[in-house]
């Protein structure tokens, strides 16, 4: 399935239950009847996407995807299912992010609905969807962005239990005609948090002036102000003026309402990484086309070499997006209580697929040219969604402090504890990097034979081991609500989260020369973790933590990519050639941090450790080249 790049007109959407394919393909078959030249021109005049709301409300669409079992009144076919969401966000854009965009902040704008203990909301959100209704999230600010302590969304009390709401948000996709917009405020008569200070663990007393509250776009109170991008989306600036708010308009108050604004995102940028998927298919199949068909000085373009490893390094990293996101779905549908895994996978689904899916769409523009801005292709009306998506639902940034904190987790299983003797170990740090590899190998050896006995006799050390217990995750395709995204809970407790060994699968694959090699890279890593570990001071430094992140999240990446390949029986030529990507990537990285101002001398000699030659194999790369030149004509949308 991941081995071959999605054909809207073939694909046959086998996976899903049968009202599920039916929704698949008539979104399919809407975009293809209208055609290329009309959707290419809506998107040239910012025509808004009217029509295809009316197929939305027609073919009760998002009512069908977006409605929990909870409030589906019986409905069989109403439910929270992550993979045939995710599915739909693949195909949204594919045709376009704009249409993607309009379900996106649907999703994010129903989060804290569906999250509420407030019923009488609940079921007017799910009237709306039934009416063909879409969603706002009133999250953002112009002046404050993600800085949400901040907000300038002041509520003045009236006197039993309602509110006067004043003040704008900025950012707010569908603000234009959402039916509910999900709102971020906070209560005039209550102390504000000192965003400055963020860090402290905030009182519940602190938090308790903070609110979500659901507001109606067609409401006089509700003064839209305009279109902040030049766009078919709407992406509103709006006031609320003297907004009357209800007790039966608030969703989450204090604390929850905090937790639920993060769970929200945690829910919604899973599907940016599916959106980019989509539209790197798309383009991928215009490129292959274009430049097989186009002869120069003699040559097919797709001959040239510098073309050949363009599109070999596009396609293999294609595939890994792929890949990676399949398995996403597995962990995010699997989450409970007792495994919060899919808060670290979903972080990288949204900020390392949406990143590579524009590496991608650079470097097939090198290979597509001039032609890639002709005003019937599909490649220049995505392309400034692609350079988007890495900077929505939080920035990479965001992201990547997210993903830190579960780094000392995930690298260190509990079987790992006598890595830790290697700090203490005179001159590890500055030692040869054969004598730190033996020295660490043999202490990782040793530690993992003798951590399970040492488990029974020691209490805390049979609690971490039990903690880092988790059962398989299976394929998770079934017809299920994943009514856990309703109720993860506070959205703190982040480093108590345990990982299984990330190590199996890699030595499974160790027969692929180029994994082989990536392994090697990331016990380097913990290595450098284990004998150079980051100070306290280093650890308040963004700029060097992001150079470590860096690294770090390549190999739950690639850990991902992995198991989903052992679940397909993905190509060995892909994989190595994506693992050659991976060496080379990993290698950068390496010397980002050991070129960083901040960097000790042992991590900068530690670092080092981690650059590797990727294993170059002529026959692979023809072979993965020719794979990629078949694709040539596989795939044009209706004209």
């Known amino acids: 399935m991941t081995d071959t790049l999605f054909n809207p007109k073939t694909c046959d959407f086998a996976e899903f239950d049968g009202e599920t394919r039916r929704l698949l393909r008539a979104t399919v078959n809407w975009f293809e009847d209208r055609g290329k030249v009309r959707l290419l021109a809506d998107s040239r005049d910012r025509i808004w996407y009217s029509d295809f ?37 693949k195909i949204l854009g594919f045709y376009g992010m704009q ?35 879409i969603f706002a999230f009133g999250l953002s600010e112009q002046a404050h962005g993600a800085d949400i302590y901040s907000t300038d969304m002041v509520l003045e009390p009236t006197g039993q239990g309602g509110f006067a709401a004043t003040g704008g948000k900025y950012y707010i996709g569908n603000g234009n005609e959402a039916a509910m917009v999900s709102v971020f405020g906070r209560r005039a008569d209550k102390p504000i948090i000192d965003s400055s200070d963020f860090l402290r663990k905030m009182t519940d007393e602190e938090y308790s002036g903070y609110l979500f509250f659901a507001a109606d776009s067609r409401h006089a109170g509700y003064k839209l102000r305009k279109n902040v991008v030049d766009s078919q989306m709407y992406v509103a600036a709006f006031d609320l003026e003297n907004y009357p708010v209800d007790e039966a308009d608030i969703l989450h108050t204090g604390r929850a309402a905090f937790d639920a604004a993060m769970n929200t995102v945690n829910v919604g940028k899973f599907n940016l990484g599916f959106g ?18 186009r002869v120069l000085f003699g040559h097919k373009v797709t001959e040239f070499p ?23 779905i597995d962990y995010m549908r699997s989450a409970d209580d007792d495994d919060r895994r899919y808060l670290l996978f979903n972080a990288i689904e949204k900020m390392s697929v949406t990143r590579n899916g524009q590496k991608l769409y650079e470097d097939l523009a090198d290979v597509i040219a001039a032609r890639g801005f002709e005003n019937d292709m599909y490649f220049p009306m995505a392309m400034v969604g692609m350079f988007g998506l890495p900077r929505l639902e939080g920035t990479v940034h965001v992201n990547m402090a997210l993903s830190l904190k579960f780094m000392p987790n995930y690298m260190f299983h509990p079987a790992d504890a006598g890595l830790a003797a290697l700090r203490y170990l005179p001159g590890a740090g500055a030692a040869p990097a054969a004598a730190v590899r033996a020295v660490s190998g043999a202490l990782s050896w040793t530690s993992r034979r003798a951590a399970r006995p040492a488990a029974k006799a020691v209490p805390k050390l049979r609690t971490e081991f039990a903690r880092a217990a988790h059962a398989p995750v299976p394929v998770r395709r079934d017809a299920a609500d994943d009514e856990f995204l309703f109720r993860q809970g506070p959205s703190s407790g982040l480093g108590k989260i345990r990982f299984a060994d990330w190590r199996p699968v890699f030595e499974h694959f160790s027969h692929i020369p180029n994994v082989a090699v990536f392994l ?13 570990t980051p100070t306290a001071e280093q650890q308040a430094d963004v700029d060097f933590l992001f150079g470590l992140g860096e690294l770090f999240t390549l190999v739950p990446y690639a850990q991902l990519i992995l198991e989903q390949a052992k679940l397909d029986g993905t190509s060995v030529d892909v994989l190595d050639q994506l693992f050659d990507i991976f060496v080379r990537d990993l290698s950068k990285h390496a010397l980002t941090l050991h070129s960083k101002p901040a960097a000790t001398k042992a991590q900068q000699t530690r670092a080092l450790d981690l650059v590797r030659r990727p294993v170059a194999d002529q026959g692979r790369f023809d072979r993965v080249t020719t794979q990629v030149r078949a694709l040539a004509g596989g795939y044009e949308m209706n004209p």
């Open 306 to 328: 510098q073309v050949k490893s363009l599109l070999a390094d596009s396609y293999a990293r294609l595939i890994g997006m792929k890949l990676y996101s399949e398995r996403a």
């Open 520 to 532: 090697e890279q990331a016990l380097a890593l913990q290595t450098l973790l284990a004998a150079a």
């Open 99 to 133: 249409y993607w965009y309009v379900w996106q902040v649907s999703i994010l704008g129903l989060g804290p609905i569906w999250q509420s203990a407030n019923q009488a909301a609940k079921a007017r959100a799910a009237a709306a969807l039934d009416s063909g209704e």
């Open 276 to 293: 980019a998927v989509g539209a790197c298919e798309h383009a991928m199949f215009e490129a292959v086309t274009h430049a097989e068909n």
């Open 53 to 89: 709301l009316d197929f939305v409300k027609r073919e009760r669409v998002f009512a069908t995807f977006l409605t929990p079992a909870a409030e589906a009144a019986g409905d069989p076919n109403k439910r929270w299912d992550t993979a045939r969401i995710a599915m739909m966000s």
